[in-house]
């Protein structure tokens, strides 16, 4: 079963809307780490934004945050204010366990973003 | 501030060549260290790990094998190359203490 879902293969956006790219998980372990990575088109990985799963309150960094529902094990992406330099692949991915960081990545969703 | 090099950008290599390629990382020390593979219009698919100097787990049985030979090196190697080893491989690494794992710029590989 896949452990990390992402339905939209696709998104537009235009400039300085907000979109949201959707995240579901699955896993049995009470302690994971959930995270958002951008892979523009020179293909190196960023990281953006990372939730735990005893957070209390959803994670932000700037306009990035993320929108954790624990019960509905879902853990979207909101980006405010879209810029054209936010076109590229989103990753969502999981940690499980706290003991070091094994990754599993869902297929990704490509965004663009239009004048 | 921590650093990940990895090596070369691009590398384009006949069938049943061998390959190497190599991952280091400055600014840490005793990082956990990762190689991962991302196939055209796929995700990451995690290769091997490792905790520590010649510590290696494999992820997935492939054609494929890692070594770490000193604390911040992880080399990804093949003896023999197949044209299904085609695709961009990421290395990456992460502390014991934090959250996220940094990667690499990443290596083009296409066999042909």
């Known amino acids: 079963a896949q452990k990390i879902t992402q339905t939209q293969p696709g998104m537009f956006v235009q400039e300085k809307e907000a979109v949201t790219l959707d995240c579901t998980y699955d896993?049995?372990?009470?302690?994971?780490?959930l995270f958002w990575y951008k892979q523009p088109s020179s293909g190196e990985m960023i990281f953006l934004i990372y939730?735990?799963?005893?957070?209390?309150q959803n994670a932000t960094e700037g306009r990035y945050s993320l929108n954790f529902q624990k019960a509905r094990k879902s853990a979207n992406l909101v980006i405010s204010a879209s810029q054209l330099g936010d076109s590229a692949m989103y990753f969502c991915?999981?940690?499980?366990?706290?003991?070091?960081?094994?990754?599993?990545f869902g297929t990704g969703t490509r965004l663009l973003v239009s004048p | 501030s921590q650093t990940i090099h990895q090596w070369p950008a691009t590398l384009v290599q006949p069938v049943g060549s061998p390959l190497s390629l190599e991952c280091t990382v400055e600014?840490?020390?005793?990082?956990?260290l990762y190689w991962y593979r991302q196939a055209a219009g796929r995700g990451l698919q995690l290769l091997f790990y490792?905790?520590?100097?010649?510590?290696i787990s494999s992820e997935v049985p492939q054609n494929l094998s890692a070594s770490r030979p000193q604390d911040r090196q992880f080399i990804l190697s093949s003896k023999k190359l197949l044209l299904s080893d085609s695709g961009f491989y990421l290395c990456?690494?992460?502390?014991?203490?934090?959250?996220?794992?940094?990667f690499g710029q990443g290596t083009r590989l296409t066999v042909v």
């Open positions: 600014g840490t020390s005793n990082p956990n």
């Open positions: 991915a999981m940690r499980e366990g706290r003991s070091f960081q094994k990754l599993v």
């Open positions: 896993t049995s372990d009470p302690s994971y780490g």
């Open positions: 939730q735990g799963s005893y957070d209390q």
């Open positions: 990456a690494w992460s502390s014991g203490g934090a959250n996220e794992a940094f």
């Open positions: 490792s905790v520590g100097i010649g510590q």
